[in-house]
């Protein structure tokens, strides 16, 4: 996946939780500005991602780095295409249901017995 392509996907993602026109306000950009970017019909260059993740308290460079669940088992295919089909479908069905998982906090016992919490996943 390019970074024009994984800046798109994080700005889906971040507009997930908002409407684009409020995105818009908040990051300081045209509201047709963030639609063209949605839609492919503009790419996102350097300075507007920094901008995005500024005005939005994400890290520097986070715009550039995949984040989706579908962007995780995209690069887990392309790290495994030289093992076997076999081998490489059980680690995909483990990852799959890893990323898929819902955060688990009831309590589980250890294999001697004691409690303990599951800590949730950090997709970060």
């Known amino acids: 996946m390019s970074v024009r392509d994984t800046r798109r996907q994080n700005l889906i993602e971040l507009l997930s939780e908002t409407s684009q026109r409020e995105f818009a306000d908040r990051a300081g950009l045209a509201p047709g500005h963030v639609s063209q970017m949605v839609n492919g019909s503009r ?34 295919i392309q ?12 680690v995909l069905r483990v990852v799959r249901a890893l990323v898929g998982a819902p955060e688990r ?18 997709y970060t």
């Open 43 to 76: 790419q996102m260059g350097e300075s507007v991602a920094r901008r995005i993740e500024k005005q939005c308290t994400l890290p520097s460079g986070w715009m550039d780095v995949p984040h989706s669940e579908n962007a995780t088992i995209e690069q887990v």
């Open 79 to 90: 790290l495994l295409a030289p093992i076997a089909a076999e081998e490489r479908s059980r």
């Open 105 to 122: 906090r009831h309590e589980q016992r250890s294999h001697n017995g004691h409690d303990r919490r599951r800590q949730p996943f950090d």
